[in-house]
């Protein structure tokens, strides 16, 4: 298995920007992707293939890669961005993982 | 537009077999763009990918869960399945299916999600 590491937690105020790393030795040879996940609500889809934004996301949503490591990063946070994230990969062959999940907490 | 509806059991007793449905209407599951599959997740846990299916029947299991699970498709009904043998209290959780988008080289997302639906593990 291949694993994706997060932090629990971040905290921003609103208006400033908030950046949510995921790590793991796949994802310089894989791509990434973002899930925002409010409580009680399904999972929706945020950035695609590291960096690609899906119609109806916030252009203040942006993701990015360097070696192991990928970045979401939510510029001008607002208080309807408070969630939880997860970032996500497969391994080539259709096995996927997530990371553990990162709650964003607007202060 | 794509919707995707859970349905079955909403407790099963420990060493049974759980058994979800999805139906899916705005979209056909027998096409090649896409897949189709399953993720659970437990109260206040993160989310966990178990199984996934392909139009050509192929399937894609999380190596954790791979000697329990079956994942099907009845293309005539435009509908995928889960089965989960042997279930303990573990296996509590709110069970989403999803359509899987692909990007080559095995890389695949989970572009939409059903509601979820709450399965109990209890006796």
């Known amino acids: 298995s291949f694993e994706l590491t997060q932090p629990p937690s971040v905290s921003v105020s609103p208006g400033q920007t908030a950046r949510i790393t995921c790590s793991g030795d796949?994802?310089?040879?894989?791509?990434a992707y973002w899930y925002q996940q409010k409580a009680g609500q399904a999972p929706v889809l945020v950035i695609y293939?590291?960096?690609e934004r899906p119609s109806g996301i916030p252009e203040r949503f942006s993701g990015s890669s360097s070696g192991t490591t990928v970045t979401l990063t939510i510029s001008g946070v607002q208080a309807e961005d408070e969630a939880d994230y997860y970032c996500q990969t497969a391994d080539g062959t259709f096995i996927v993982e997530f990371g553990g999940g990162t709650k964003l907490t607007v202060l | 537009q794509l919707q995707l509806q859970e349905s079955g059991p909403g407790l099963v007793k420990p060493s049974e077999t759980l058994s979800l449905t999805c139906s899916v209407s705005?979209?056909?599951?027998?096409?090649?763009?896409?897949?189709w599959g399953w993720v659970r997740q437990s109260p206040g846990k993160g989310l966990e990918w178990i199984g996934t299916?392909?139009?050509?029947?192929?399937?894609y299991y999380n190596p954790s869960l791979k000697s329990r699970v079956t994942v099907s498709a009845d293309m005539s009904k435009n509908q995928f399945s889960l089965k989960l043998n042997s279930v303990t209290a573990a296996d509590t959780a709110v069970y989403s299916c999803t359509r899987l988008n692909h990007y080559g080289a095995g890389s695949v997302c989970f572009d939409t999600w059903g509601q979820g639906t709450l399965v109990a593990v209890s006796s």
């Open positions: 293939k590291d960096t």
């Open positions: 705005g979209d056909s599951i027998n096409n090649n763009n896409y897949l």
């Open positions: 796949a994802l310089p040879k894989q791509y």
């Open positions: 299916v392909y139009y050509n029947g192929n399937t």
